[in-house]
């Protein structure tokens, strides 16, 4: 490939549309996960918010990823679009100021399990989610075709190593489990020809089963 050929190699941004769909999947789940919490189990609603933490933290590395290198770029380069992008930006600032206060609220319910607690954080938490579904689906339709026009795939994939960089080594096959969850074969089979070759030998020899034990804590039931 000459040179002219690799400054025009634009993203596959088809990675984003699984992340966003992980996301949006188990942050819908999470009001009725709490709500079904039985009063004074306080095991099953420590286990609750350990996965409201850690998605928490997920959405909040992917989203400082985007605030760091995805919209700098698209302000300078298509500068048509400022308003839209500026959007984005407030969006992501609602959707910190929601997982702040169910954190808050979380921390609470974990200590006591009680329908004072319970209710509170379930209200916040489906504000959170359909926060979180207006803003993924307007990315998805506006901002990732204006990606693929002027981002390169070299800064694209940056943006996603950012995100894979910030798992803790002992989560990456967990986090791969949910974001895989659902996916068809094929983008299924896509996604993980795109990773090296280990982490794919570590996720069909390792991956698959332990992700389905985290699951299984979670929700009760094998996954999809």
């Known amino acids: 490939m000459n040179a002219t050929a690799q400054t025009i190699e634009r993203p596959d941004t088809t990675d984003m549309v699984l992340v966003h769909r992980a996301f949006r999947r188990h942050f819908d789940a999470?009001?009725?996960?709490?709500?079904?919490?039985a009063d004074g189990d306080?095991?099953?609603?420590?286990?609750?918010v350990e996965f409201l933490t850690e998605l928490d933290t997920g959405l909040h590395h992917h989203h400082s990823a985007e605030d760091e290198l995805m919209w700098p770029l698209l302000l300078e380069r298509a500068k048509t679009d400022g308003a839209l992008i500026?959007?984005?930006e407030e969006q992501h600032e609602r959707i910190a100021e929601l997982i702040?206060?169910?954190?808050?609220?979380?921390t609470e319910f974990a200590t006591s399990a009680n329908p004072r607690t319970r209710e509170p954080l379930a209200l916040t938490l489906s504000a959170l989610a359909a926060a979180?579904?207006?803003?993924?689906t307007e990315e998805e339709a506006t901002i990732l075709p204006l990606v693929a026009q002027v981002m390169t795939a070299p800064e694209w994939e940056a943006l996603g190593e950012r995100g894979r960089a910030a798992i803790p080594?002992?989560?990456?096959?967990?986090?791969?489990?949910?974001?895989?969850?659902?996916?068809?074969?094929?983008?299924?089979?896509?996604?993980?020809?795109?990773?090296?070759f280990?982490?794919?030998?570590?996720?069909?020899?390792?991956?698959r089963r332990t992700f389905a034990k985290e699951y299984h804590s979670i929700y009760g039931t094998a996954p999809e």
Do not use: C, Y
């Open 30 to 37: 999470l009001p009725d996960l709490v709500r079904g919490v």
């Open 198 to 207: 280990p982490a794919r030998l570590a996720w069909h020899l390792l991956g």
């Open 132 to 136: 979180l579904d207006e803003h993924m």
């Open 100 to 106: 702040s206060r169910a954190d808050r609220q979380a």
């Open 169 to 196: 080594k002992n989560r990456q096959l967990i986090f791969l489990g949910f974001v895989l969850q659902g996916v068809p074969p094929t983008a299924r089979r896509k996604f993980l020809a795109d990773m090296p």
């Open 42 to 48: 306080t095991a099953r609603a420590r286990r609750i």
């Open 86 to 88: 500026l959007r984005m």
